[in-house]
C-alpha cells in the first residue's frame, strides 16, 4: 500500500538488472523561514529573491539513501547525489524547489560526505537545531540526525 510520503528509486546494474547498486526516496519538503534564529533567517532570505518573502523554502527531501555494500566506497553515494541535484534544477522538473535536503545522521563520516557534496547544516549548532526540531532552548543534546541543506542554484555557477 502507498501512502503516498515518498517515492524510492533504484539504480541498477546496466549489466545485470537484478543488483541494485543504489536506493534513495525522495519526497517534498521545505524549510520554514519563520522558526530559524534571527541570523540563520537573514542568511536563508539573503539566498532568495525579496519580492515576496515565504514562510517556507520549497525543497526536496532525500529521506533515504543506501548503497549496496559491494559498491561501497566508489563514489555511488556522490553519483546519486548529483543525480537528484540535476533532476530537481533541469526545467524537465515537475515542481519548483530551492534547496534538496537530507535529515543527515550526526555522525561524523556521514556528516563529512554530505559536506564534501556541498551540503551545509541548516543550524551552526545542535542546539540551535534542537530547539528550532524540538522547542526547547538550552536544553543539553545529542541530536540523531542533523538538518542539511543544498542550494540547487549552486549548480547554476558551475
Not at 530551492?98 to 556541498?118: G, H, M
Not at 532552548?137 to 543544498?150: E, H, W
Amino acid at each position: 500500500m502507498s501512502f503516498l510520503m515518498g517515492k524510492t528509486y533504484c539504480f541498477r546494474l546496466n549489466s545485470d538488472p537484478s543488483k541494485i547498486v543504489c536506493a534513495l526516496t525522495v519526497s517534498n519538503d521545505s524549510i520554514r523561514i519563520y522558526d530559524l534564529p534571527r541570523s540563520r533567517q537573514d542568511y536563508m532570505k539573503s539566498l532568495t529573491h525579496h519580492e515576496k518573502p515565504l514562510r517556507r523554502y520549497p525543497g526536496v527531501l532525500i529521506g533515504r539513501l543506501g548503497v549496496s555494500n559491494e559498491f561501497a566506497g566508489k563514489g555511488i553515494g556522490s553519483e546519486a547525489l548529483d543525480f537528484v541535484k540535476g533532476w530537481f534544477y533541469s526545467s524537465s522538473n515537475k515542481t519548483g524547489c530551492r534547496f534538496v535536503i537530507v535529515d543527515a545522521v550526526n555522525d561524523p563520516q556521514v556528516l563529512s560526505f554530505y559536506e564534501k557534496n556541498d551540503f551545509r547544516p541548516l543550524f551552526p549548532t545542535e542546539e540551535q537545531e534542537f530547539a528550532y526540531t524540538m522547542g526547547k532552548k538550552d536544553t543539553p543534546v545529542k541530536l540523531d540526525t542533523r538538518l542539511m541543506y543544498f542550494d540547487l542554484l549552486k549548480l547554476r555557477q558551475e
